[in-house]
Nanobody, 126 residues
Framework: QVQLVESGGGLVQFGGSLRLSCSAP????????ITWFRQAPGKEREAVST????????RYSDAVKGRFTIARDKALETVDLQMDSLKPEDTAIYYC???????????????????WGQGTQVTVSS
């Protein structure tokens, strides 16, 4: 069983930064590709960014490109999402996810993931 845990959420002002981390307490996360999703109130969950095992294939949604950076910390075995220039529309619950058969090409399709964390709240005030 793959258990994922997100951390680092909180309240930040417009233009501020936050760093989220995805970890797996009893799992070697370095051997899993990871995708970050988010779900804003009243909206569907959307993919934000993905990174493969080696860390050399990275994708971003258009909404966050140029502001968010995904990276692996091999020593800590985490996948981090550095979020800069935050906007109120970035307010959401952020989840990390992976899958037994990771959807490398269709990485934005949430229905292809079978392991999810509990989420961490990010709130950006205007």
């Amino acid at each position: 069983q793959v258990q994922l845990v997100e951390s680092g959420g909180g309240l930040v002002q417009f233009g501020g930064s936050l760093r989220l981390s995805c970890s797996a307490p009893v799992l070697a996360l370095n051997y899993y590709s990871i995708t970050w999703f988010r779900q804003a109130p009243g909206k569907e969950r959307e993919a934000v960014s993905t990174i493969n095992i080696r860390g050399d294939t990275i994708r971003y949604s258009d909404a966050v490109k140029g502001r968010f950076t995904i990276a692996r910390d091999k020593a800590l075995e985490t996948v981090d999402l550095q979020m800069d220039s935050l906007k109120p529309e970035d307010t959401a619950i952020y989840y990390c996810a992976t899958a037994d058969r990771f959807p490398t090409t269709e990485w934005s399709r949430e229905d292809l993931y079978n392991y999810w964390g509990q989420g961490t709240q990010v709130t950006v005030s205007s």
